[in-house]
């Protein structure tokens, strides 16, 4: 009788742990769900549901959005630095070509783009830096100010 109602208290700590191990699953999942539906979109990177504000900046590489930035500071043209302000969503894309940048090695000259949409989704300008790279990262509590060297600058409306 003792070995029944052990294996009773048995079940009923595996299905409490289970339970419990099924919860956390989900808060895991809904957590990279959120996370994953403040990318940004390809296709319109600017739809309602992606632009918060009045003017949004996004990152591009070689023309793809890779990443939203929350503003744009520190722009001297006389030294060719830039400082960009990341979220808190990280794209593992700028995340590589940081690493590339630190590190020296081959990869970390891109051709980037930062462009500015207005609330409508419309272009408002598009700033395309040649052979940029991560000179510097300074952490803060709503993200990364990423400060940016490059080469060559064109701006188009």
Same mark, same amino acid.
Request: charged share 20%.
């Given at each position: 009788?003792?070995?029944?109602?052990?294996?009773?208290?048995?079940?009923?700590?595996?299905?409490?742990?289970?339970?419990?191990?099924?919860?956390?699953?989900?808060?895991?999942?809904?957590?990279?769900?959120?996370?994953?539906?403040?990318?940004?979109?390809?296709?319109?990177?600017?739809?309602?549901?992606?632009?918060? @504000?009045?003017?949004?900046?996004?990152?591009? #590489?070689? =023309?793809?959005? %890779? !990443?939203? +930035?929350? *503003?744009?500071?520190?722009?001297?043209?006389?030294?060719?630095?830039?400082?960009?302000?990341?979220?808190?969503?990280?794209?593992?894309?700028?995340?590589?070509?940081?690493?590339?940048?630190?590190?020296?090695?081959?990869?970390?000259?891109?051709?980037?783009?930062?462009?500015?949409?207005?609330?409508? @989704?419309?272009?408002?300008?598009?700033?395309? #830096?040649? =052979?940029?790279? %991560? !000179?510097? +990262?300074? *952490?803060?509590?709503?993200?990364?100010?990423?400060?940016?060297?490059?080469?060559?600058?064109?701006?188009?409306?």
């Amino acid at each position: 009788m003792n070995v029944l109602r052990g294996g009773r208290w048995a079940m009923r700590g595996a299905a409490v742990a289970s339970a419990a191990l099924l919860t956390l699953t989900g808060a895991t999942l809904a957590t990279e769900a959120a996370a994953a539906s403040t990318a940004v979109a390809e296709d319109n990177p600017c739809n309602p549901n992606y632009c918060p @504000g009045a003017s949004t900046f996004i990152m591009k #590489f070689d =023309g793809v959005s %890779v !990443e939203f +930035i929350s *503003s744009v500071n520190g722009w001297d043209t006389n030294t060719h630095t830039l400082v960009l302000q990341r979220g808190s969503y990280h794209n593992p894309v700028v995340d590589r070509w940081i690493d590339d940048a630190i590190a020296g090695r081959e990869g970390r000259l891109k051709s980037m783009s930062v462009v500015v949409y207005d609330d409508k @989704g419309w272009v408002m300008k598009r700033y395309n #830096f040649g =052979g940029a790279w %991560v !000179e510097r +990262i300074d *952490s803060n509590g709503s993200g990364q100010a990423l400060h940016i060297r490059y080469f060559t600058l064109e701006i188009t409306d």
